[in-house]
Nanobody
Framework: QVQLVESGGGLVQPGGSLRLSCTAS????????MGWYRQAPGKQRDLVAG???????NYAESVKGRFIISRDAAKNTVYLRMNSLKPEDTAIYYC??????????WGQGTQVTVSS
């Protein structure tokens, strides 16, 4: 099993920034990638950004140029720096960890609210 602990959500004004963190523990030797999905009320859960153990990244079109994903391999931690936040970024953000066999594990979710 892989355990994921998230932190860093909260309330921020439009144009502001937040940084999310996600630390993995447990059976992490065969991890392939980690990252973030988000789910707004009444909508499906969509990929926001991901990073592989090799350092390759991918982003949703809606966050390119505003969000930056990074990782600290020594700490088994992934970060999502979110800049120029918009009200439409409001959602529950879920950390995920995907293993080599494509098995996926989820964090408990952290709320991000962008509002004035």
């Amino acid at each position: 099993q892989v355990q994921l602990v998230e932190s860093g959500g909260g309330l921020v004004q439009p144009g502001g920034s937040l940084r999310l963190s996600c630390t993995a523990s447990g059976s992490i030797l065969s991890l392939y990638s980690m990252g973030w999905y988000r789910q707004a009320p009444g909508k499906q859960r969509d990929l926001v950004a991901g990073i592989t153990t090799g350092g390759s990244t991918n982003y949703a079109e809606s966050v390119k140029g505003r969000f930056i994903i990074s990782r600290d391999a020594a700490k088994n931690t992934v970060y999502l720096r979110m800049n120029s936040l918009k009200p439409e970024d409001t959602a529950i953000y879920y950390c995920y960890a995907r293993k080599m066999n494509m098995e996926i594990h989820w964090g408990q979710g952290t709320q991000v609210t962008v509002s004035s």
